[in-house]
């Protein structure tokens, strides 16, 4: 499976803009780019995913470089439920093939 | 909807006893998956199911077993419970490319 690189933790303030950056040099032509949360003492929690464009939903924006080996997770105005752990991740929707890999993620800090 | 529902929430094992981690869905997606996930670390995939009768490995399949017999169901079986095998485990599912939806976890302790 393709991986992907985020920084381990990042800070931001309440009510401003948090943009979470993601790495993934080697992805393939199928890989969608998939991002989820957990938020403390629960089960991750979908937030977006894209192929090629950028994507907006209610929760945050994807911004996906030309190239797609990067991506940015937008977090338009930051509030402190948004402290989570947010974690990149390539899923290969070509095939059959259902695994969900995880990595490390960036802890978000959300200061008020 | 409930969901992606998970039982027990919570367990105490003791070292080289059994038991099932029962994880139902009721969202008819095909495809369903079990994590673990030790303190402070990230999700590590062990089992995942494209469909009924059909299981294939994750990341850390060693002490583990499931079985697929329902689209609803997917039972994930400790044998020989260890210490190593303290940790949370969450259960998903999902249609095809499509998102995941989690379960709130079983907090499992072996002693």
């Known amino acids: 499976d393709a991986k992907t690189t985020q920084p381990n933790s990042m800070e931001s303030n309440e009510e401003e803009p948090v943009h979470l950056p993601c790495n993934h040099s080697?992805?393939?032509?199928?890989?969608?780019i998939h991002w989820y949360r957990q938020l403390p003492s629960q089960g991750p929690e979908y937030v977006i995913h894209?192929?090629?464009s950028n994507v907006n939903n209610r929760m945050a924006s994807l911004a996906i470089a030309e190239d797609r080996k990067s991506s940015t997770l937008i977090l338009h105005r930051a509030t402190l439920r948004d402290a989570a752990v947010y974690y990149c991740?390539?899923?290969?929707?070509?095939?059959?093939?259902?695994?969900?890999?995880f990595g490390k993620g960036t802890k978000l800090s959300v200061k008020p | 909807n409930a969901g992606v529902t998970q039982t027990p929430k919570f367990h105490i094992l003791k070292i080289g006893q059994s038991m099932t981690l029962q994880c139902t869905q009721d969202?008819?997606?095909?495809?369903m998956y079990w994590y673990r996930q030790d303190p402070g670390m990230g999700l590590k995939l062990i089992y995942y199911?494209?469909?009924?009768?059909?299981?294939d490995k994750g990341e850390v399949p060693n002490g583990y077993n499931v079985s697929r017999s329902t689209t609803e169901d997917f039972p994930l079986r400790l044998e020989l419970a260890a210490p190593s095998q303290t940790s949370v485990y969450f259960c998903?599912?999902?249609?095809?490319?499509?998102?995941?939806?989690f379960g709130q976890g079983t907090r499992l302790t072996v002693v």
């Open positions: 199911s494209v469909g009924a009768g059909i299981t």
């Open positions: 894209g192929l090629t």
């Open positions: 969202m008819n997606h095909n495809y």
């Open positions: 998903a599912s999902s249609y095809p490319r499509e998102q995941a939806f």
């Open positions: 080697t992805i393939s032509g199928t890989d969608y």
């Open positions: 991740i390539l899923r290969d929707e070509g095939g059959s093939q259902g695994n969900l890999i």
